[in-house]
């Protein structure tokens, strides 16, 4: 279905690229035999006598102000059929209600650390098969769990039902105590913070990029923020410090540096739950050891789910939750996984391999 319609849209595309190579010619054709027309006879009258040299040249420049003028007119009413349609499309898109809501009858949360609780979870997609197969696991309050699997084994999905990015389809997850489906989503998600593999710095300041998710936060609270994060060193060195402009989605910064800024805006928010969604698989050796150094520090007393398979960051967890086909194989430490879980070890180098 898919490929029925790439190949349609392609075929309209190329039609259009047809059109516009057929009528563009024929489009600046016309204006310039005006002008050599009015050159053509203009001419004959100023040889003829019944035009002066000025008015002759008057006139000329008179045509070239109208052509440009004109040519614009043709495109924007050209352009209109499109615009009108991307603004159809955009409408639909704002008037989409969201899928997932706060519930109607919420619940605050208690007084806690962070205890996450897999109950029986389960996730599919409409349609199709299911990802994750009754998932039961507790992630204390205050500890550590890596996420491993292959490509596909649902380690990604566990870990965004907890910000309820998805729902669980059957089963639950708890925070606290409570299920995540009944807790405000503002309260849901000030309480649950994600560093992702592709971070998003926007072109602002890194102190503002740093209490992005706290803008009522202090210095002190910014630069104790990128200390936990490791960042406050580079920071220091930048031309102008924290209030060095980052430029759009952080590009003057590197790879390990944008992570550590992304880090500290998670650290500020204090969150009960941090999830690190694979931040340290692009990174090269070095910068890998820097996001290390600054997870050892974040990590400590915080109940932290990362999704990894690199040797050096299982090694800082408590455990690690080896994930199949949406179901938990095992769990233990990662050097006791290695010895008792032949597939755990196939995975890890497969993984190795394509990073």
């Given at each position: 279905r898919?490929?029925t319609?790439?190949?349609?849209?392609?075929?309209?595309?190329?039609?259009?690229?047809?059109?516009?190579?057929?009528?563009a010619?024929?489009?600046?054709?016309?204006?310039?035999?005006?002008i050599?027309?009015?050159?053509?006879l203009g001419g004959?009258?100023?040889?003829?006598g019944?035009?002066t040299?000025?008015?002759?040249v008057?006139?000329?420049?008179y045509?070239?102000?109208?052509?440009f003028?004109l040519r614009?007119t043709?495109?924007?009413?050209?352009?209109l059929?499109r615009a009108?349609a991307a603004?159809?499309?955009?409408?639909?898109?704002?008037?989409?209600?969201?899928?997932?809501?706060s519930?109607?009858?919420?619940?605050?949360l208690?007084?806690?650390?962070?205890?996450v609780?897999?109950?029986?979870a389960?996730?599919s997609?409409?349609?199709g098969?299911?990802?994750?197969?009754g998932v039961?696991?507790?992630?204390?309050?205050?500890?550590?769990?890596?996420?491993?699997?292959?490509?596909g084994?649902?380690k990604?999905?566990?870990?965004?039902?907890?910000?309820r990015?998805?729902?669980?389809t059957?089963?639950s997850v708890?925070?606290?105590?409570v299920?995540?489906?009944d807790v405000p989503l503002d309260d849901l998600?000030?309480?649950?913070a994600?560093?992702?593999?592709?971070?998003?710095?926007f072109?602002?300041?890194?102190?503002?990029?740093?209490a992005?998710?706290?803008p009522?936060?202090?210095?002190?609270q910014?630069?104790?923020?990128?200390r936990?994060?490791?960042?406050h060193g580079?920071?220091?060195?930048?031309p102008?410090a924290?209030d060095?402009v980052v430029?759009e989605r952080?590009?003057?910064l590197?790879?390990?540096?944008?992570?550590?800024?992304?880090?500290?805006?998670a650290?500020?928010?204090d969150?009960?739950?941090l999830?690190?969604?694979?931040?340290?698989?692009?990174?090269?050796?070095?910068?890998?050891a820097?996001?290390?150094?600054?997870l050892?520090?974040?990590?400590e007393?915080?109940?932290?789910?990362?999704?990894?398979?690199?040797?050096?960051?299982?090694?800082l967890?408590?455990?690690?939750v080896?994930l199949?086909?949406?179901?938990?194989?095992?769990v233990?430490?990662?050097?006791?996984l290695?010895?008792?879980?032949p597939r755990y070890?196939e995975?890890?180098?497969?993984?190795?391999?394509?990073?």
């Amino acid at each position: 279905r898919l490929e029925t319609t790439a190949t349609e849209i392609y075929d309209e595309s190329m039609t259009l690229v047809r059109l516009r190579s057929q009528f563009a010619p024929l489009f600046e054709l016309i204006p310039s035999m005006a002008i050599v027309s009015v050159l053509w006879l203009g001419g004959i009258r100023v040889v003829d006598g019944d035009l002066t040299i000025g008015e002759f040249v008057a006139f000329t420049q008179y045509l070239t102000v109208l052509v440009f003028p004109l040519r614009i007119t043709g495109w924007f009413f050209a352009q209109l059929p499109r615009a009108g349609a991307a603004a159809t499309r955009i409408q639909v898109l704002l008037a989409e209600a969201p899928e997932i809501t706060s519930s109607a009858h919420p619940r605050r949360l208690p007084e806690g650390n962070g205890e996450v609780h897999f109950a029986a979870a389960g996730f599919s997609y409409p349609g199709g098969p299911p990802v994750l197969n009754g998932v039961d696991l507790v992630i204390p309050a205050g500890t550590s769990a890596a996420l491993v699997g292959a490509t596909g084994s649902g380690k990604t999905t566990l870990a965004h039902l907890i910000p309820r990015f998805y729902d669980a389809t059957s089963g639950s997850v708890l925070l606290d105590g409570v299920d995540v489906r009944d807790v405000p989503l503002d309260d849901l998600r000030r309480e649950v913070a994600l560093v992702f593999q592709e971070t998003f710095l926007f072109s602002a300041s890194v102190r503002e990029n740093i209490a992005f998710g706290n803008p009522a936060a202090t210095d002190d609270q910014v630069r104790l923020a990128a200390r936990l994060a490791q960042a406050h060193g580079f920071i220091c060195e930048l031309p102008e410090a924290y209030d060095t402009v980052v430029g759009e989605r952080g590009y003057s910064l590197s790879g390990g540096q944008r992570q550590r800024v992304a880090l500290a805006r998670a650290v500020l928010r204090d969150p009960r739950v941090l999830v690190l969604d694979d931040a340290t698989s692009s990174v090269d050796a070095i910068v890998e050891a820097e996001m290390l150094a600054a997870l050892e520090h974040v990590m400590e007393g915080r109940t932290t789910i990362i999704i990894a398979h690199r040797t050096s960051t299982l090694s800082l967890v408590d455990r690690v939750v080896f994930l199949d086909e949406g179901e938990i194989v095992a769990v233990g430490a990662h050097e006791e996984l290695l010895r008792t879980v032949p597939r755990y070890a196939e995975v890890l180098a497969q993984e190795e391999v394509l990073s």
